[in-house]
């Protein structure tokens, strides 16, 4: 089991960056890239684990790879279906240049086929048939694919292998790399294992170099099925010239020698993919999948358990994966806006600048509601108001010109000039009143009609009732007749304004009635009538 794990730890390559996106570790390296595990990052905490696939610095001076690389990112952005990996993007980060790739969690066929054979137990027949049957409709899809503008894109897989064949830990096949897609005779880069696709897996007409089309991929798909079914190799060879010649030569054996699950059936869709011409093959990858289907009903897996079949043998990479991922989350630090209403609150009772009270001492805890005896705000009749008591201490500065001062600001939240400028205003306008003496709060607020003594008679102070001191009944007699006066004329100015209105309907009505006999008039008399 430990021999499955992947090489995932923090290393020198931990918080790169590529553009938008922020490597976590390596994967691997190929014949032509390097692959990484990233996350791209967004604004309020949001994240994508993908794939980074980048070109190697030695390939990039290749003309000719670089176009197989931006080939690839070419043919598979535009898919999208179930079994194929997908492309998000292709960027260039300082002169890197690198795709971003759909992470498929879990293994490829070669790792499922070791982990079976290092716990001694064959390769379940049911898997095989559910991962290749998936893999033949992926690649149906890639034959047959239509772009959005409604053109035929026909692409031919040409390195269709275990290799490049993966299943997650759900049971999803994912067909992945289709590099050589399109550079297939363009590129020289042999080594790589890239250009001519891989050997052992190549139809005949792909090892003559011959013109391909969709069923060059059966014939490899073919191969795939015939080893997981029998868990060795079909055409294999001391070097990669050995192989070749023996896809050429060599016959093939039926997988029920091997495997004795394997129904005449099956054998016979295992040899018709394997046919040497290609006349005698499926004409579609399609049509493999449902002759498969009709071979294997019985046998065949469902989803769950192909995803627990794998999850099963590679339950130490999982939790490997869940850990650096957990890692990764924990050193990161999202930002928190805070909303309008929450930093409105968070002022109004956040203490003012200024403030001539000490912030550290001490504060005594406030009584609760009902402790005390409850007092009636309103003044008893015949009760004198309260003069201010004078302030013993060194004059105070004068509290009208700490109203243009940041005292106000103090109780404006940084978006006080966003969200709630209403609500701040008269939160502002609350605290200057309060930090007023009362005469000049009388002065600055606009004078509200007060309401009447409840005895007029009483005598009252000039210098707290202001214009109101010594106020006599004539004076008060006279205002009330002038206020009634006024009531008077606009209620006759509202009659006239009202009768104008109805004499103005009139006039239209008459001139309409005028012009309606007019026309009645002057029409001709109908002729007479004539009977036979």
Request: glycine share 8%.
């Amino acid at each position: 089991m430990e021999a499955r794990t992947l090489s995932l730890s923090r290393d020198a390559r931990n918080g790169r960056k590529l553009g938008k996106y922020e490597v976590v570790s390596r994967l691997g390296s190929g014949g032509m890239a390097e692959i990484f595990l990233a996350y791209q990052r967004g604004p309020g905490g949001f994240k994508k684990l993908v794939v980074l696939k980048q070109v190697l610095p030695d390939v990039k001076a290749e003309e000719e790879a670089v176009k197989m690389f931006l080939d690839e990112a070419k043919i598979t952005a535009a898919f999208a279906h179930p079994n194929i990996a997908q492309v998000y993007d292709l960027d260039d980060a300082d002169g890197e240049l690198f795709l971003a790739m759909e992470f498929v969690p879990g293994a490829d066929l070669v790792e499922i086929a070791k982990a079976c054979a290092d716990s001694q137990e064959a390769i379940p027949t049911g898997f095989t048939l559910a991962s290749v049957r998936d893999c033949a409709l992926a690649l149906h899809y890639a034959h047959t694919f239509t772009d959005p503008a409604g053109r035929p894109r026909p692409t031919i897989h040409r390195d269709v292998a275990e290799k490049n064949i993966m299943v997650t830990y759900d049971g999803i096949t994912k067909l992945l790399d289709f590099g050589i897609a399109k550079a297939q005779g363009r590129a020289t880069r042999t080594a790589a294992g890239m250009v001519k696709g891989t050997s052992g897996y190549m139809s005949p007409e792909q090892v003559k170099g011959e013109p391909l089309d969709a069923r060059s991929d059966v014939f490899s798909l073919g191969v795939v099925l015939h080893e997981m079914l029998t868990g060795s190799r079909l055409f294999y060879g001391k070097d990669a010239a050995s192989e070749l010649v023996a896809v050429l030569d060599m016959e093939v054996w039926p997988p029920s020698e091997r495997n004795r699950e394997v129904t005449p059936e099956i054998d016979r869709v295992v040899f018709k993919a394997l046919a040497k011409p290609r006349d005698q093959r499926f004409s579609t990858a399609l049509e493999m999948a449902r002759a498969l289907e009709r071979a294997s009903r019985p046998l065949i897996w469902d989803q769950e358990q192909c995803g627990s079949l794998v999850a099963r043998h590679f339950s130490a990479r999982r939790d490997q994966t869940q850990k650096l991922v957990a890692e990764a989350n924990a050193d990161e630090s999202t930002g928190y806006v805070r909303p309008p209403q929450e930093a409105l609150r968070q002022a109004k009772s956040a203490p003012k600048r200024g403030s001539q009270e000490d912030d550290t001492a001490p504060r005594k805890p406030a009584a609760p509601r009902g402790s005390g005896p409850k007092q009636d705000p309103r003044p008893k009749p015949g009760a004198r108001p309260a003069e201010p008591k004078p302030k013993v201490g060194p004059p105070e500065k004068d509290e009208r010109t700490v109203m243009a001062t940041p005292d106000i600001e103090a109780t404006l939240p940084p978006s006080s000039h966003g969200y709630g400028d209403e609500e701040m205003d008269v939160t502002a306008d609350r605290t200057v009143r309060q930090t007023l003496p009362p005469q000049a709060r009388a002065a600055k607020a606009p004078r509200r009609p007060e309401p009447r003594d409840e005895n007029p008679f009483q005598e009252t102070d000039a210098t707290v009732l202001g214009p109101r001191a010594g106020s006599s009944d004539a004076s008060r007699r006279d205002a009330g007749r002038a206020r009634a006066s006024k009531k008077k004329g606009r209620g006759a100015m509202r009659w006239v304004v009202v009768g104008a209105v109805l004499a103005l309907l009139a006039l239209a009505g008459a001139l309409v009635w005028g012009m309606v006999l007019k026309d009645h008039r002057a029409q001709p008399p109908p002729p007479p009538r004539v009977e036979f």
